[in-house]
């Protein structure tokens, strides 16, 4: 599912910013990290650590419906330099289990990991 165009964004040593969408009770919630944070597992879902993100997590266990977007002014586009996707799917907060310590053992300060299972990954830039 995931291209090489995205997973060459998320390896770039460019660091770009991810922004992370969930349904709040009063409307769409956005927190963001960084695309080196992301962890893209052998089965395609992606693996990001949670700090804070507690609003988020409430907003999860609603309604575990996500989307995202990633992007990198670094790697070339379609047409241009510059590239960006938009992913939906689903997620869950992990707090343990292998790919926590699998998180805790790449960062220090994870309370939690999100896990983002993939619908569709769209090629906006």
Do not use: C
């Amino acid at each position: 599912m995931l291209n090489e165009k995205l997973l060459e964004v998320l390896a770039h040593p460019a660091d770009g910013e991810v922004a992370i969408v969930t349904q709040g009770e009063d409307g769409p919630h956005v927190v963001n990290t960084w695309n080196s944070y992301v962890h893209v597992t052998e089965d395609d879902r992606l693996l990001i650590p949670v700090s804070r993100m507690h609003n988020t997590e409430k907003n999860i266990e609603r309604d575990n419906r996500v989307k995202l977007t990633i992007g990198s002014r670094e790697v070339q586009g379609t047409r241009y330099k510059g590239t960006g996707f938009l992913i939906t799917g689903t997620a869950k907060v992990v707090k343990e289990g292998p790919e926590f310590d699998m998180t805790k053992e790449r960062f220090s300060w994870p309370r939690a990991v999100l896990e983002i299972t993939i619908d569709k990954v769209v090629h906006t830039l």
